[in-house]
C-alpha cells in the first residue's frame, strides 16, 4: 500500500506549498483584485480547493457532504460546464468568505481527501485525475506568486514579504546553441505513466533550418540600453499592435520599474530596489521581447526551435517569450467534460512561452510544457533570449 | 474649562461612533470597493482621520509628527490643493496599510486630538474648523453605513452583520401639507454659533406657488404597483436621460431589489428577506423617483417646498429627492483654501435631497441640509415623497 | 383667405430658406457626422421634411400617399411614440438616400403642403402644430449652420463656404444693468395667438435680488487673457465635472481655435483666420463660461436675472449661458402624444442657455426662450456674460 | 520599347479596374465608414494614386509638381515613416477633398505615370516598385468591394448596385484531397521576374502528417444546420475568445444575414434575397469557421496544408480561415523605409486566410499568396474548408 501512501504524502505536500507562499501576507493582502488579469490569492486558495471537492470528492464519495454550496458559485473559474461563474473581474468585491473561512474549507478537503487517498481503490483514470488535479494547484502556485506580486507592487507603500522565490538572477555566461537543418520530434514523448497537459500531445515532427539560441538571456543592463536608444519611442522596432500598446499605455519600461531622479529601481518581494544591471530582464511583454529583438537585428526563437535545443541551454529563470501562436499540435484532442475544456479554449490569440521560472513550482518544468499567454502579458516572471538566423 | 472638555468629549463621542458602525465587519470587508462611488470602510476611517493630522494638528501644533508620510497620498481625497490624490477607482486596490494599522493611526490622531483639545486656546476660527471636521466625519459615517450595504450586499453570501441602523421604516398616516402661494425665506438662520455648511448660506426670498406635499413617503408597496404597471419598461414615463439609464443598466426595480421565484426580495443588514410592501421605497435614484411620480400624474418637490413646509413634514427616514438642480444660493461664496473647496466644486450635474435618513446620524439633520447626488445614485436610503399642483 | 396664402408663403419662406443655408455645400458635406451631436446636413433637410409628412400631411389629407415607406425609419428622431429610431450616432453611416433624393422629398412635401395650405380649413389646433412646425423647422435650421461649420471646422483643408450668418461680431460698448430686488415674472405673456414652445409656460413669479449684469458679452481678447494667465491648467477656477472634461479632453482653447506659431487662429465660414481680439468669444462650454466667471471673481447670471433684464441688455449675438439647471416652471405640463414629449423629456442635465446667436433665424428670438444643452457642448455659437454680486 | 507600353498598358488597367469598382456608385456611397476596418471608397481611390505619387513620381520625376499638398495628410495610411497619418476612424468624417476631386488626383497622377512609363527608363528596382504599386492596387480593389458591400449592406434601403462580382457560387461537388506525411516546401518559387509579396518568402520545408481536406467547401444550407443546432448557443463548440465575441456581439448569423419572418436572407450587390442553401456560405469569422468545425468534429487546415493540397483544390471562391496565425516564415526579411514596414508589422494577432474571392482581381490569386485578418473580421468573402485527422 505504499503507493497511495505516497500519493496522500504527494497530495499533502502540494497543498502545503500553497500556503506557505502566502505566510507572508496580511488577510487584507488576500482580498484585492487590482485588474482582471490578477486574482486574489483568498481565490486562488479557494478555487483550488472547490477543484478536488467537485472533481474528486463529489463525484466518488459516497455521501460526500459539500462545505458550502454557495463555494462552488464563488470559487468556480472558466468551466463552464460546471454552473453559473463569477465574472473574474468581480472576484476583487468579494470580501466573503473570509480568509479564515477558506483556510477551513481547505482544511476540511484535506481531511475528506487525505481519508479518500488512504481508503479507496486508485484507479488509472482517477491517477490521472489526481496527477491532473496537483498539477492544476501548481500551476495556481506560480498564479499567486505572481499575483502576490502585482498586488503589492503597486501599492504606493511597496512593502517586502517573506516569499519563498529567489527573484534575482544574475546571468551566467553560456555559449550559444546551434540547431541543424532537419527533422525534429516535438511533445510529449515521456513516461506513459508521467504526467503532462494535453496540450503537449501528440508528438509529432517538424522540420527545422539552421539556427543559433543565444546561451544568455537579456540583462537588465542590456535592456537598459535599449531604453536609452529610445526603443520606447521608435515605432520601428514594434509590432502594430505593440506599439498600439505602448502608445495606448504610456508603456516606458518593464513592469514594476519605476524612474526615481534618474534611477531606474525596480519592486521585488525585497521591496524597492535599484535594478541590478547584472540580473535578468524580467516582466516584459512578447512586444517588448519583440521590439528588444529587432533592435538587435535579431529575433525571437519559435517554440520548437527552443524545444530542439532544450537541453543544450540554461533554462528555468524565466519563462521565455517565443514567436508561436498557441495553436494544437497535430493529433490534438481535447478530454471529455469541464476537466478536458481548459488548454484547447484558448488556442486563439496567445503566444506561447518555454522553460520555466524563479517561480514554477519543483518538478513542474519540462522541455514540452507549453506556457502561454496574450501577448501584452507582463505579470509573469518573462524573460528574453534571443536568435540569429 | 468647561467648554473645552465638552468639545473633547463631542470629538471623541463622533470619532468613536465611526468604529461603531464597523464593530460588525470582517477585516476583509473594510478593503473592497466594487464600484468607485463606493469606498472602502478602510480608506473611510482612514480619510477622515487624515482630515484631523492635516486640517488640525499639522498647522496648529508645533512640532507635531506625522503618523506616516505616505497616508496623506493614500488618505486624501479630493481636495486638489492638498498634495496628489490617489485616484478614488483605486482605493480598492490597496491591501495596506492594513486595517490594524488604520486603527493605530485612529489612537494616535485622537490622542493628539485630545491633548490638543484639553490645552490650547480654541479660537473662534479653529471651534468653527473642529465643527466642520466633525461634520465632515459624520457625513462620512453614513457612507460608511451605506457603502457597507453596498459590499455585502453585492456579495453572493448575503451576509448579515450588526449595524447601528433600523432600515426598517413603516409608514405612518400623514396628512398632506399644503404651502399658500407667497414669498418664504430659505436657507440657515439659526444660531450663528451653531453649525451649518457654506452651502446653507445666505438666507434669501423665494417666492413659491400654492403646492400640496404628501405627508407620506411612498412605501414600497405602492412602488410595486408601478413595477407591476410595466414602469420600467414604458419611456413615456422617464426623461430622456432616465430611459437611457433604464436601458444600458437593465435597470427592473431598486438596488438590492432581487426576484427570488417571483417574490421581491431586498437586502438590508439582516440578510436577504422578502419585501415588507408597508415599508418604506429605499435605494431608488431620482430617474426612478420621478418616473414614479409621472406614472401617478404628479411631480417631485422643489428644494424650496420642501424647505417652507419642513416644519409640517414628518421627514428623517429617506433622503426625498427633489427636482432642484445643486446650485449656489445668491450671496454664496467660497472658503479660501483646501476646506473651502468641497461644496461649491459639486455645483453641477447634481441633485438636492432633502430631508435625512435612518443612517443619518444623530443631530446632524436640519431643514436647511442640502445634501446632493448624481439623478442615477441609489446607494443612499433615498425615498419618494410627492407633489401635486 | 389672405390668411392661408399669408400661411403658405410664411410656409414656404421658411423651408426655402433650410435650403438656402446648404447652398454652398458639396454633395459630400451632406453625408458626414463627426461626432453624436452633429447630424449630417441632409438628414436635417430629411427629418424637418418628415416632420410635416407625419404630424401634418398623413393625418390630415385624405388618401395621402407617403413618398417612401423607409423614409420614417431613416428621418425620425427622438420621438420614441413614432416607430423605430435611428441611432443618432448612426445617421453618418447612410449614404441612401442620395442628396437628390432628400431634395426630391422636400418637394414632394412642399407641393402637397402648399395644396393643403392654400385650400383645407386650418382649425386652431392646426394652426398651432403648423406653427410648431415652422420653429421646429428653424430650430433645425441653426442646427444646420452649426453642424455644417462642424463638419467643415474639423476637416483639414478648413474649405470656405458660402453661409447667410455674420459670424464676427465686435462689441459695442453698453452700460451695465442693473435689477432691483424684488417679485418678477417669468415667462411667455406674450400675444395668446403668438408662438412659444412649452418650456416657456407658465408664467409665474420669481424673487430675485440686487444683481448687476455686464452690458457686454466677454471678446477674443479678453479670453485670451484667461488662457494666457493659465486659466486652462489650475483646477481651482472649475467646477469638478469642469475640470476632469478639461483633463480628459485636454482643452486648451475654445472651438475652432487652432495655435499656429504662437497666434491663436479660428475657423469660421471664411476658413481659418487669426482670432480678432475684439470679437466676441464664441463656442465655448459652460464649465469654460464659469471658470472665466470665477477667474474674474464674478459668476454667470441665473436665467431669470437674465430675462429680468432682457430689455436693457444688448442680446442675440451669443447665445448666453447662464448658471440655471433646465427645469419645468410652475405649472408646466406636456402636450400629449409624439409631439408633446419633446421639450419635458430632457429637462434632466441640462443648462438653460439665453438669448440667441447670429445663427438664430429671424422672428425666432424673444426674451422668454428657452435654450437648453449640455455644459460640455461648444459647438453652437455660445457666449458669456458676467455678473457681479 | 514594347516592354515598358506594356507596362503603361498594364498600369493604366490596374487603375482603370478601380474605377469600374466604383461605377454604380452615388457621389454618397463615397464618403462614410460605418466601422473603423471599412474605409470611405473616395479614401481608397485617393490613397492607391498618393502611392504612386509618393513612391514613384515625386521620387523619380523632375520638378515632379505635388497635386495637392494636402492630399498627403488626408491619404496616407499606415506607413508612419511618411508623414503623420489621419487616424482611420476619422476617415468617414471627411467630405472634403470632393469625389470629383479625386477623380481628378487621379486623372492628374495617370497622365504624370504615362508620361513617365513611356518615357522614362526602368531599372529592375523601379520595375520592383511598379509591380508592388499595381498590387498594392489590387489589394485595395478587393477592399472596395468589400467596403462597398458593406456601406450598402448596413444600409436599410438595401440598395442593389452594379458591381464587377458574381457572389453566388454554387458548390460543384470535388472529391476529397489526401496529403501524405513527409516534407513539403512552402513558400514562393516561381519565376523570379515575376511578383510576390515580401511574406511568401523564403521558400521552406515543413514537415506534414496524414491529412485529409474536404473537396467542397461549407454551403448555406449547411451552416443552416449549424445555427439550427444552437451553433451560437452552446460554448462547448466555441473558443473562449470566440464566445466572448459571440455574446459581447450577439452573434446568431454570418454577416449580411438577417431573419425576416423565420426565413435567412442575406445582402448581396442584387439588394437583400433569400439565402440560396446550395451557395458557398460566405462572411464568417474564424470563430464561426472553427466552431463550425468543432461541431462537425473536424478542424480547419493549416495553412501549409492547405498550400501542399492546393494544385488538387478547387479554390478561388471564398478566402478560406486556416488554424496558422500569420508569423514570418524561416529567412522573412524587411525591406528598408516606408515600403517596407507593410507586411511585417502584421505578423501578430492574425490568422492566415488561403487561396482567394470572388472579389480578388484577376491575376492576384496564386498557391502561395497569405492574406490575413483578425479572426473576428467577416466583411471579406470568407468561407470554411474542413479537414479530417
Known sequence: ?????????????????????????????????????????????????????????????PDYCIFHEDFSFVFN???????????RTDRGNLSRPTVAGVYEYRAYVDEQMSRFLDTAPISADLLALIQLGLNHEQQHQ??????????????????????????????????????????????????????????????HKVYLNNTVLSGNLVTNGEYIDFIKAGGYQNFRFWLSDGWAWVKANGIQAPLYWYSIEGVWHNYTFDG????????LV??????????????????????????????????GSRWEWTNSAYLPYPGFSTAEGAVGEYNGKFMSGQIVLRGGSVATPDGHSRPTYRNFFQPDKRWQYTGIRLVKG
Open 142 to 203: 506560480e498564479l499567486l506568486i505572481t499575483d502576490i506580486k502585482y498586488i503589492l507592487g503597486h501599492n504606493p507603500l511597496f512593502p517586502a514579504v517573506d516569499m519563498p522565490v529567489v527573484e534575482h538572477q544574475a546571468e551566467s555566461s553560456n555559449s550559444p546553441v546551434e540547431i541543424s537543418e532537419g527533422i525534429y520530434t516535438i511533445g510529449y514523448q515521456g513516461d506513459p505513466a508521467g504526467f503532462c497537459f494535453d496540450n503537449e500531445l501528440a508528438p
Open 1 to 61: 500500500m505504499i503507493a497511495e501512501q505516497t500519493l496522500t504524502d504527494q497530495y499533502l505536500r502540494v497543498r502545503a506549498h500553497s500556503e506557505v507562499i502566502c505566510r507572508g501576507l496580511e488577510t487584507e493582502d488576500y482580498v484585492v483584485q487590482p485588474i482582471a488579469d490578477v486574482s486574489p490569492p483568498k481565490w486562488h486558495l479557494g478555487h483550488t480547493t472547490w477543484f478536488w471537492e467537485t472533481f474528486l470528492l463529489a463525484p466518488n464519495v
Open 282 to 315: 524580467c516582466h516584459v511583454s512578447q512586444y517588448e521581447a519583440d521590439a528588444y529583438a529587432r533592435w538587435k537585428n535579431q529575433r525571437l526563437p519559435t517554440e520548437f526551435e527552443w524545444e530542439a535545443a532544450a537541453d543544450q541551454l540554461n533554462w
Open 77 to 87: 473559474s472558466y468551466y463552464e460546464t460546471v454552473g453559473r461563474r463569477v465574472l
Open 272 to 279: 524597492l530596489t535599484p535594478v541590478d544591471p547584472d540580473g
